[in-house]
């Protein structure tokens, strides 16, 4: 027991040095059609102000005194986006976006505004096809034709 807990003090300071507040660049991968979860947490919760922005500023989501504002959301996201008013105060202020297009891939920013500054973090959404590996099955349909199509020439000539 007390081996272990030699061993873990150095952990323990590695975990205070990286602070969940600081900018964090994260990565999410959905496929068309379906919905993604884009993470957003903070490790202030209270009394804060979130605005969820794409890379064209165009409005998501805000999140004012604890509650979610769509009055400015952009006619994109509608009806595509949402979030978990009850994480609030656990100070996630993470966000589902559903109906993924290829166009929304790219990169999102959720800013959250407390009163010692504001906290940004960048998310990259990659949207992918759904079935990329039965497209590499599609190819290799073509190629084996191609051979069958070769070698019956060959027999035929
Ligand atoms: C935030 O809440 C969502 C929905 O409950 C959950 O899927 C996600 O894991 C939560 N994130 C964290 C960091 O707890
Ligand atoms: C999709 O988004 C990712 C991450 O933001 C980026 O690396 C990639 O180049 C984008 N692809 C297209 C086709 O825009």
Known sequence: MKVHSRRTLPWMFLLFLVDPGSFQDLVSEGFIGQSVLLPCTSSRSSAVDVFWRDKDDKVLLDIKNDKPDLSFQDPKFKGRVSSFP?????????IIMGKLELRDNGTYECTILTGTGPE????????KERNSASCGSTRTNVLLLFVFSALSLMFYV
Request: avoid cysteine.
């Open 120 to 127: 940004k973090i960048t998310i990259m959404l990659s949207v």
């Open 86 to 94: 009850e994480e609030y105060q656990k100070g996630n202020f993470s």
